[in-house]
């Protein structure tokens, strides 16, 4: 055995193998349900679609995925009357297309996926099984929603001296971002610096000290939490705090850093009285 994978729905496993072959078992019962053919191929990874509906491997030295259908099957003797007609497997994939063309036009239109989602779930046009295949293609699809919002929040708030709204538009974004993917550990950082850009200085604080908040990217969290302290007036803790970012701007890596070294200069200005 290779690999192997269980269905959403937790009633199947799959497992990929050696011999060429992946096998489809009923979790219940432990009975092997059918056994799908890779040729002279050996299955090296294996997965469920989201539906349970197919199974795509990974093949030996070609590169290749094969497909399978995977179900239903709710004969564990796996014969035909357990199985979708052809012409009904033909017309599921024909809607499938159809759906993903949907979504890749209203993603064009709309931006994000949760917008796409909101639009298919109020299109009275389209009939139920292409909404249906449509809606669970931009689920499939919502954590590309995270990823372009902390894009475009980092392009604002990477830089001093913009317009207040553009910050607190960006801090939004992040907010939402955070809503999308809890547990990315980048987010706490882009996070805190939105907050702090926006004002919140209090709340850009929490967020950077915060032992289970803090996240990944520790020079941006020590340059910012000087900042923040500076702007509310604990000046012992933040100059201790600049201290240690000058110290950590001293490493030959961070000296060629040109990022690093704006976020010291900046706190340094801040610091000095100048204006930002």
């Known amino acids: 055995i290779q690999a192997i994978a269980m269905s959403k729905d937790g009633t199947r496993i799959v497992s990929a193998s050696h011999d060429c072959t992946a096998k489809v078992w009923d979790i219940a019962t432990g009975a092997e349900l059918m056994t799908l053919p890779a040729g002279q191929l050996e299955v090296l990874g294996i997965a469920f679609s989201p539906d349970g509906k197919n199974i795509a491997a990974a093949c030996d030295r070609t590169g290749d995925i094969t497909l399978w259908q995977s179900a239903p099957l709710s004969a564990v003797d796996g014969s035909d009357q357990s199985r979708e007609s052809p012409q009904k497997v033909l017309d599921s994939r024909r809607i499938r ?123 941006p969290k020590v340059a910012f939490t000087a900042m923040a302290l500076h702007q509310l007036n604990r000046h012992e803790e933040a100059k201790a705090t600049l201290d240690h970012l000058r110290d950590l701007c001293k490493d030959k890596q961070v000296a060629e850093d040109k990022q690093a070294q704006a976020f010291l200069a900046e706190a340094e200005k801040l610091f000095a009285g100048e204006k930002q």
Request: no cysteine; net charge negative.
């Open 97 to 219: 297309e159809h759906a993903r063309r949907v979504v890749d036009e209203l993603h064009g239109e709309y931006s994000l996926y949760s917008e796409v989602i909101e639009r298919l779930k109020g299109d009275v046009t389209l009939n139920e099984s292409l909404r249906e295949a449509a809606l669970q293609i931009a689920n499939s699809r919502q954590w590309e929603d995270a990823k372009k919002l902390l894009m475009e929040s980092v392009e604002v708030v990477i830089l001093p001296g913009r317009e207040i709204d553009a910050y607190r538009s960006a801090l939004l974004k992040v907010e939402k971002a955070k809503e999308l993917r809890p547990n990315d550990p980048l987010i706490p950082t882009i996070l805190g610096v939105a907050q702090y850009r926006a004002g919140s200085y209090e709340d850009a604080l929490k967020t950077l000290t915060h032992p289970r908040k803090a996240g990944t990217g520790y020079l």
